[in-house]
């Protein structure tokens, strides 16, 4: 029986993400989804919220579970008896980071053994960033997340959004320009 641990942001989970887990479930006897619970990242949702949603988009993978953990990687590995670590490589930056950070884990936990699947092609540039730029700027994300997903994400940004400025005052432009940051080039 071998258990496997996916641990992530998945601030939200993207296709991207559910792609890597049922890859990952049609190869070990179970996964285990660890949603992080403080990253040093800005967070769109909390830590309930995420897992909460990470449930709604795995509902379909019965050898699928999801625990939230703070602390290290290897730690929440070893409290679920899980022998294996899963992590998604899209691009070089990927496999330089899951190298470091794989073999830091090695180092902590030799008996834990890391498994990276290749993103499949068509997810390779997504990211729950670009999927939250895209989003906040009012585009079309429904190639990217689950339907429930997108509705939390524009729900949350609805939520966020302060009111809208007096068209053609400073302010308007000064707020169109900050949430522009990433997707829009002009
Ligand atoms: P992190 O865990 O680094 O905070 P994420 O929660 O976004 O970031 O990602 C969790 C895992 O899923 C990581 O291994 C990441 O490389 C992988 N991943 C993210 N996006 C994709 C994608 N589009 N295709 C494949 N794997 C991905």
Redesign the pocket.
Known sequence: MIRAL??????P?????I??AQRAAAIFDEVVIGV?DA?P?KLLFNTEERVGLVRLALSHLQNCSIVSFEGLTVECARSIDAQVI?????NVA?FE??SQIGLANRQMAPDIELC?????TE???????IVKEVAGLDGDISAWVRPEIGVAIQQRFAENRPDTPQAGSVNNKSVTKTRGKLTHHG
């Open positions: 996916y641990p992530g942001t998945f601030d989970m993207h296709n991207g993400h792609d890597i992080y990253p990242k899963v992590r998604g490589l899209r990927d980071f899951e990276c699947l290749l993103s499949s997810y390779i540039y997504l990211s729950s960033t």
